[in-house]
């Protein structure tokens, strides 16, 4: 009987031996999905009632799994650190008892709110007799590839099952052993709810292959979703051939218009700008029409540098002291940080094309006392949210009601905007008859 010797230290796996770890990586990726697809089928006719005592469970599997989630969270925040990680990113990835309350909390929230499966979303009886109606059900297979947070690893298992999907959870390297950690202490609440385990998987996340084959898994996975930076998000597009929701990136834009309240206008951009600058909803662009631009631009400088803020702007931004020359990448930069492009326009039409030009298509705003200005904002300008009068951070699930989301949709096929439950759902028609025949 032989025994696998492992390679001296320092030695580099040969070509073969990597394209033997991908194909187990493969196979590995492959068998969750096809578990997760028995789960499904079981958890798509569970009542309201099971899910949402299973989501109670989860809660509070959490809290009781307390001290074993943290230590490894500490785990993971140690060696991050140990890598150089900069410190924003050690922020997402840090876990404590207030957010670990959080992520429980988050999980009783999806409980309390309504189940779309089921939902009738039209219905009608035809000429012939026949009741038709399309009525919402599960996609079946839903994946998440996403990077650092572990609170993710929570929220998103928490809104599949409410909407009756089962999940696949492709977190970060960086987050392993708290992924690991959540979903243990998931699984086990949902069986003692009387739920398949495979509802909820993790993914392992020790190289890069197990993500390619999740984006790879056509067939066995209904719908992936990336949430993450802008490069994951573009990697994930670009090479799945599974269905994709393309989330998150944010260079949102705020215009103060000619007939802009320039005080409600200085409160908007700075909400947008400065409220939680790491935020795909954060404020990218600040575009100020050039009948006020005298009148604010002095006074947004200002408000905008004592909050730290670094200005990149054009000529007329420019000529004030500690702003830095825009440049073409400015104007299509997510900074996610103290950071935004700024520029005045001639008139509200150029201020559409700019957008036009640079904007990602998440949220936009006006800034304008003027109906006439609002109504060619809204129509003209071609964005998941656009926002008058108010600032771009309302684009949020929790803001407009939804109670909870997966991710916020900047394309226009299926979702758009803030995903909520009935954003996870497909429809499919039931038609009822007596014996009719075409």
């Known amino acids: 009987m032989s025994t696998a010797v492992a390679p001296p230290s320092g030695h580099q796996p040969d070509r073969q031996s990597d394209e033997q770890s991908d194909q187990q990586s493969d196979q590995q990726v492959a068998d969750l999905a096809r578990r997760a697809r028995v789960a499904a089928n079981e958890l798509a006719t569970a009542t309201r009632a099971t899910k949402d005592a299973a989501l109670h469970a989860m809660a509070a599997a959490l809290l009781e799994h307390a001290e074993e ?35 429980a909390d988050g999980l009783r929230e999806v409980a309390g709110l309504a189940d779309p499966v089921g939902e009738v979303v039209r219905g009608s009886v035809l ?3 026949l009741e038709m109606r399309q009525v919402r059900v599960p996609f079946g297979v839903v994946g998440i590839i996403y990077e650092a947070r572990p609170n993710v690893t929570a929220d998103a298992a928490g809104i599949c099952l409410k909407s009756g999907n089962a999940v696949l959870l492709r977190g970060s390297s960086s987050a392993k052993r708290s992924n690991l950690a959540i979903v243990e202490a998931l699984r086990a609440a949902a069986v003692a709810s009387g739920l398949p385990a495979d ?19 056509r067939g066995l996975v209904d719908l992936l979703i990336p949430r993450g930076g802008a ?3 573009r990697s994930v597009v670009e ?12 260079n949102c834009h705020v215009y103060v218009d000619a007939e802009a309240d320039l005080d409600m206008a200085l409160r908007i951009v700075l909400n947008a700008k400065t409220h939680r600058p790491s935020v795909c909803n954060a404020a990218e662009s600040l575009l100020v029409h050039a009948d006020v631009a005298d009148a604010f631009l002095p006074r947004v400088v200002t408000a905008l540098q004592e909050a730290g803020v670094t200005i990149h702007g054009d000529e007329r ?6 702003v830095v020359p825009a440049t073409d990448a400015d104007w299509a930069e997510e900074y996610l940080g103290l950071h935004i492009s700024a520029a005045v326009v001639a008139d509200l039409e150029a201020a559409v094309a700019h957008i036009r030009q640079w904007s990602s298509g998440h949220s936009e705003a006006i800034v304008t006392g003027s109906q006439a200005a609002a109504r060619r904002f809204t129509a003209a300008v071609d964005s998941a949210a656009v926002m008058v009068n108010a600032s771009t951070r309302f684009t949020d699930g929790g803001e407009f009601g939804f109670g909870a989301e997966i991710g916020i949709s900047t394309q226009k096929l299926h979702a758009r905007g803030p995903m909520g439950l009935p954003e996870l759902t497909s429809t499919k028609y039931v038609v009822v008859g007596d014996g009719q025949v075409r």
Do not use: C, K, W
């Open 231 to 233: 490069g994951l998000i």
């Open 199 to 217: 509802v909820v998987q993790r993914v392992p996340a020790e190289s890069r292959a197990s993500a390619q084959q999740l984006m790879r898994a």
């Open 317 to 322: 931004f420019a000529a004030y002291d500690g």
């Open 239 to 250: 090479e799945s051939t599974v269905p994709v929701i393309e989330t998150g990136t944010g």
């Open 69 to 103: 989630i943290l230590t490894a969270n500490a785990e993971d925040v140690a060696a991050a650190r140990a890598d150089g990680t900069p410190e924003h990113i050690i922020d997402r990835l840090s876990l404590d008892h207030a957010r670990l309350a959080g992520m």
């Open 127 to 129: 000429a012939n007799g």
